[in-house]
Every structure is written in C-alpha cells, then in structure tokens.
C-alpha cells in the first residue's frame, strides 16, 4: 500500500507517532496521550511529538507586519486649564 501511495519510506510505527503528535496538536493532555499509547512513561510519550512549527512561521509573520509598520508617536497627556 505505501508503494502505491508514493511513500515506501513510509512505516506503521511512524503513523502511530503522527496520530500523537496530531493529538497532543489538537490539545489532548499529555497524560492521557501516554494512557493512549500504553506507555509506562511520560517521557516515552514525549518523545513521540514532534510539534508542529508553523505555528512559528506565523508569529514570525505577525511580528514582521508588527514590525513593519511605522512607529506611532506617543502624545504627552496635556493638562487641563487650572491645574
């Protein structure tokens, strides 16, 4: 079947590590993931993420548009008449 998909490179086991990733991505607790995947370990569990980074690219984008923008000039408060 990966043959057929175009992914010989592609193994059951590394499924298993994308459907957790897409879980702990969808904001699945990280203790339940390890219930899930029958690991004794939590640290077993973590070293089955791997985060996805376009979050990154985003906030990249936002803090470039941010950025890009011209400064705005701060007003100093003026006083009322009599004070």
Known sequence: ??????L?????????????????????PLHVLQQILGHRSIETTRLYLHPDTR???DA??????????PARRETK??????M
Do not use: C, I, Y
Request: net charge positive; glycine share 10%.
């Open 1 to 6: 079947m990966v043959v057929e998909l175009g």
């Open 8 to 28: 010989p490179n592609l193994k059951r086991h590394g499924l298993r590590h994308t459907g957790a990733t897409w879980l702990a991505d969808s904001g699945v």
């Open 55 to 57: 979050h990154l690219l």
């Open 60 to 69: 990249a984008r936002q803090a470039n548009a941010f950025l890009s923008k």
């Open 77 to 82: 408060p003026t006083r009322a008449p009599g």
